[in-house]
């Protein structure tokens, strides 16, 4: 999982592709968890992830109406489909990614 900067995200989008924006504060200890739980949907599925420090990005929290961290964007050809604060386990991370084309 890279850490993308803006031109890295509009080139995703811009590109109509299908994956998973992951948006994160570094001192969120939730996020460390949902950190790990990517890595390891990252090992199990061939998908696109991306990660943004929020931190840096207060824009794109405006634009994406981004209520808190961890937050994962679900984006099906360049488009975002669902917003995911609550991440759960990785098998149920593993469901909603198999709704993605």
Request: glycine share 4%; aromatic share 10%.
């Given at each position: 999982?890279?850490?993308w900067?803006?031109?890295?995200?509009?080139?995703?989008?811009?590109?109509?592709?299908?994956?998973?924006?992951y948006?994160?504060?570094?001192?969120?200890?939730?996020c460390q968890?949902?950190?790990?739980?990517?890595?390891?949907?990252?090992?199990?599925?061939?998908?696109?992830?991306?990660?943004?420090?929020?931190?840096?990005?207060?824009?794109?929290a405006?634009?994406?109406?981004?209520?808190?961290?961890?937050?994962?964007?679900?984006?099906?050809?360049?488009?975002?489909?669902?917003?995911?604060?609550?991440?759960?386990?990785?098998?149920f991370l593993?469901?909603k990614?198999?709704?993605?084309?």
């Open positions: 999982m890279n850490e900067n803006r031109d890295e995200l509009s080139a995703f989008l811009d590109k109509k592709a299908t994956g998973l924006v948006f994160y504060t570094p001192m969120c200890g939730t968890v949902a950190s790990k739980m990517l890595r390891v949907i990252r090992e199990l599925v061939e998908i696109d992830i991306g990660k943004m420090n929020l931190n840096f990005y207060p824009e794109l405006r634009q994406y109406e981004i209520e808190s961290v961890p937050c994962l964007l679900f984006v099906e050809a360049g488009e975002v489909k669902e917003t995911l604060y609550a991440f759960h386990s990785v098998p593993l469901e990614i198999k709704q993605l084309s």
